[in-house]
Each structure stands twice: as structure tokens, then as C-alpha cells.
């Protein structure tokens, strides 16, 4: 199994996501990063990897009602959110501001690997683990064992309805936009939860 990084930021990161985030959000946000780190590791990715671990632990922190903005769409508050985070843990603004892009961009299918690769791999993971984009990549062998360490624990109800309250809040953000192209059905069709 991949190695966490062991960095004070990315404990720190960890411990902030354990805090505030559900069981199954928590284990979304731990197999994200860990898809993303295998997908890096089989297409030869060069990857930061405390900024994506760091990033993929904070990527969902504005779905939690701690840090939910009613005005701000949810990946721009949470990118906005590993900017503080990332400045608090003694970051550069330039390394913090990297943080923010990669949850920005992470809702968006246009980055490509040798352009941002932290954000392909946000991009890459979280729609496998959402919505089942790309099972090619991860071999049946790779999922039991994430989902049997880090199981879903009802995740696909529980993201449905969180994007389903962004959609109805904020119209114009990257959730509605999932859910008005069908975006329920494909998480609820998910292969991870057959």
C-alpha cells in the first residue's frame, strides 16, 4: 500500500479533514488521494506529493457545514480554504495559491498532466471515486484493496445529496452543473458500490 506523506502539513491536513468531514467523505477525500498516486504511478507522473495529498484531504472541506459558503461555490471555498491552511502551515503564498488551484480546477475535465499534474490527478481520482469515470486504470486487485481499507460507507447517497444542495443554492457553480447532466445517475451507478 502507498505511504501517506509524514509532512507537518499533511498530518495537520489529515487531522482537519478527520475533524470535519463525515466517515464516508473523510474516505473519499484518503482514496483520492491514493487513486490518484496509483494513476501517477502507472502513466509516470511526476507529482508533488505532500501539495496533492494536502489538496486531495481539503478538496470537499466546503461541503462540510463548517466551511459550506452559501455564496461561494464549493470548490472555490475549499480552494480558498487550503489557501489559509497552506499559509497557517508555514506555506508560501505561492505554494498555498498552488493548493487553492488544484480544488478549483479539480471540477473541471481540461487539465492535462504535464500542465498541472497535482490538478489532473484531483481530476483523475475524484472521478473515478465519484462517478466510476476511467475503471480501465485501476485494476480489481487496486480496489479491494482501497475500498476494504477505506470503504464507501454509503458515500454515493450522501455526495448526491450534498451536490443536490449546492445545485439548489448556488446555480452557477461546478455542482449544479454536475447535476444538470445527469450527474445523480452516474454517481448512483457508481462500479465501486456494486
Known sequence: MIDFPRTPAATAALTVATRFCSPALLNHCVRSYLWGTTYAASHGIAVDDELFYVSAMLHDMALTDSFDSHRVSFEQAGGDLAWVFGIAAGWSAER????????????????????????????????????????????????????????????SSEFIACFQDQATRKPGGAAAASMASDGARRIAANPLDG
Do not use: C, K, N
Open 96 to 155: 498555498a495559491a498552488r493548493a487553492t488551484e488544484i480544488i478549483v480546477l479539480h471540477m473541471r475535465d481540461d487539465i492535462a498532466a504535464d500542465v498541472d499534474p497535482e490538478a489532473h490527478l484531483l481530476q483523475v481520482a475524484t472521478s473515478w471515486d465519484v462517478a466510476g469515470r476511467r475503471p480501465e486504470e485501476f485494476s480489481a486487485e487496486t480496489r479491494e484493496e482501497i475500498v476494504g481499507r477505506y470503504p464507501r460507507q454509503g458515500f
